[in-house]
């Protein structure tokens, strides 16, 4: 039932209960770890994964969607790159139009640190490095040891890029 749960209150974003949306979300999102089995968690992060491919063209839905991710990063974190992707895809239409609110602005904002927080969580950590060519393919990058905070990787043409330059990634990827 916390499965169920979770799933309906994501996809509700009517702005009629959002603030009472929110509130439930943010009591129930920290629980799904603890309260689900493995398998169930895992279908939980593969259904918010589906409702961001399907109901991805409603910008509210998608902004209701990274509110969430946003406020709980380390819970999906696991995943995050099943989600970086669409977010950095998404970042243009939620907060980048010049008649876009300002609350879409501030989430946008939020999305590009957390890439960019779980890009340094990955380096620290030692886990395999990949990027999503323009096709959609997955590509795995050689990883480099370097003792500053913005490590090195390596780009797709071979040059080493500063993994806290995403606009460099964003614009030449």
């Not at 499965?3 to 209960?17: D, F, N, T, W």
């Not at 259904?47 to 491919?53: A, Q, R, W």
């Not at 008649?99 to 990955?122: D, F, G, S, Y």
């Amino acid at each position: 039932i916390i499965l169920q749960v979770y799933v309906a209150l994501l996809r509700s974003h009517q702005p009629e209960g959002k603030e009472l949306i929110r509130s439930a979300l943010e009591i129930l999102v920290p629980a799904l770890k603890k309260r689900l089995h493995n398998d169930d968690y895992k279908r939980a992060i593969d259904l918010t994964n589906k409702i961001i491919y399907e109901e991805g063209n409603s910008v509210p839905q998608l902004a209701h969607i990274w509110h969430v991710i946003v406020r709980h990063p380390d819970i999906f974190y696991s995943h995050c790159n099943r989600f970086a992707r669409h977010m950095i895809n998404s970042v243009h239409r939620l907060g980048l139009l010049p008649n876009c609110p300002q609350e879409n602005r501030a989430l946008t904002l939020e999305i590009v640190e957390l890439v960019l927080h779980w890009e340094e969580r990955q380096q620290r950590d030692g886990m395999e490095r990949s990027v999503y060519t323009e096709k959609g393919k997955r590509k795995v990058l050689e990883e480099t040891e370097v003792s500053s905070p913005s490590k090195k990787i390596k780009s797709d043409e071979g040059l080493p890029v500063l993994s806290d330059n995403l606009s460099t990634l964003v614009n030449d990827g």
